[in-house]
Structures are given as structure tokens and as C-alpha cells.
T-cell receptor, first 115, second 113 residues
């Protein structure tokens, strides 16, 4: 079984709709992240969380919100989706211990299309 | 804001050729990670380099971290079609907490048989 899972894997929605993307992990990591990936732009950090009570904005948090329901679950919401939020979304986890640490483990991604 | 510039953005070569991908910044990073991403999947870690001047080898892949910890390179020897994918470099936060990575935009490599 995959260590980091994301649901749904694909979603098509309309402008103005509220969308929730979910992420679950079995790695036991405290740190979780949400990224979006656009062609030619690499990975951009949306939000990150060090533990259930600690949530931080990333580079591009406008238009997004998150919820850390438990150590293993981190959800991303688009309150009112717009077409330029069409992208590939990745959840990741990391364990801060160890040298050179911060290695991130990614889920398989959610492809979101906003019409 | 820390930025990582990757070059080239696209690379298409024939099987058996050698190639080098570069990752450059004006900022110092506490570590530099290389990931490979295949279509429909998330990035997967290839290697982490931590010490300035460090060189790591992973079969036909050689990774180097610059002496000043501002740049890195990935060299592939005798590329194979299975090497095809998006290669991403990522710099660890220089504050030492390693809690956040800055990603380059990636190099899309295609190895033709």
C-alpha cells in the first residue's frame, strides 16, 4: 500500500464551486505539505503543517485553505474555484530527523480542472 | 526569497549519450536534493547532498554539490530510455530547520531509443 495517498486522483469542476482534496499518510510523519505544479513552473508550496496545531502559509496560499484533522490527514480546500487553479496538486510528508533531513515523500497527485 | 534556476528546461537525447543538468542559486542551502518525477506520479527522491564539494554516485548518475553550497549538478552517463522523466532539484532552508524546500522548475529529459 502507498505511504501517501490522495483523493480524488482526478477532478473536473466548475468556477465558483467548493472543492476539497484529501491526503492521508501512514509514514507517521508530523510534517505535511501541499504543493501545486504547473507546466514549466516546478512545485510551488501552498501550505505546510508541522503538527496538528501548527499550520503555515506557503508561497501561494491565496484562494486556498487547509485543515489538519489528525497527524495522518491534511486536506486542501478551494473555497471558490477559479480556472487559473487548474493544476496538478501534490501532498507530501517529511521527517525532520536525520542528516540532510527534510526528505519529502509525495503522494501520486490530484489533477484538478476548473472550467 | 531563495530561487533555484535549473537548466536546461528541456533535453532530448539519444540512448547512450551523456548529459548534465544544472541547478544554480545565489543563496546558500543547507542541503540539496534531487528528485525524479514520472508521468502520473509524484516526485521521488534520488539523492541528498549536504556538504560543500560533496559528490555522490548512484549507478550511472553522479551528483555534485558546489563548494559554496549554492549550486549542484546531475550527470548521467550512457543515458537509457528508462531515465526519461522530470528531474527536480530542491534546496533545503538555510536556517537549518530543513522544514521547507525550494524547488527548481525542473528539467524534462527524454531519452530516445
Amino acid at each position: 500500500d502507498a505511504d501517501v495517498t490522495q483523493t480524488p486522483r482526478n477532478r473536473i469542476t466548475k468556477t465558483g464551486k467548493r472543492i476539497m482534496l484529501e491526503c492521508s499518510q501512514t509514514k507517521g510523519h508530523d510534517r505535511m505539505y501541499w504543493y501545486r505544479q504547473d507546466p514549466g513552473l516546478g512545485l510551488q508550496l501552498i501550505y505546510y503543517s508541522f503538527d496538528v496545531k501548527d499550520i503555515n502559509k506557503g508561497e501561494i496560499s491565496d484562494g486556498y485553505s487547509v485543515s489538519r484533522q489528525a497527524q495522518a490527514k491534511f486536506s486542501l480546500s478551494l473555497e471558490s474555484a477559479i480556472p487559473n487553479q487548474t493544476a496538478l496538486y501534490f501532498c507530501a510528508t517529511s521527517d525532520p530527523t536525520g542528516s540532510g533531513g527534510g526528505v519529502q515523500f509525495f503522494g501520486p497527485g490530484t489533477r484538478l480542472t476548473v472550467l | 526569497t531563495q530561487l533555484l534556476e535549473q537548466s536546461p528546461q528541456f533535453l532530448s537525447i539519444q540512448e547512450g549519450e551523456n548529459l548534465t543538468v544544472y541547478c544554480n542559486s545565489s543563496s546558500v542551502f543547507s542541503s540539496l536534493q534531487w528528485y525524479r518525477q514520472e508521468p502520473g506520479e509524484g516526485p521521488v527522491l534520488l539523492v541528498t547532498v549536504v556538504t560543500g564539494g560533496e559528490v555522490k554516485k548512484l549507478k550511472r548518475l553522479t551528483f555534485q554539490f558546489g563548494d559554496a553550497r549554492k549550486d549542484s549538478s546531475l550527470h548521467i552517463t550512457a543515458a537509457q530510455p528508462g531515465d526519461t522523466g522530470l528531474y527536480l532539484c530542491a534546496g533545503g532552508d538555510s536556517g537549518g530547520s530543513n522544514y521547507k524546500l525550494t524547488f527548481g522548475k525542473g528539467t524534462l529529459l527524454t531519452v530516445n531509443p
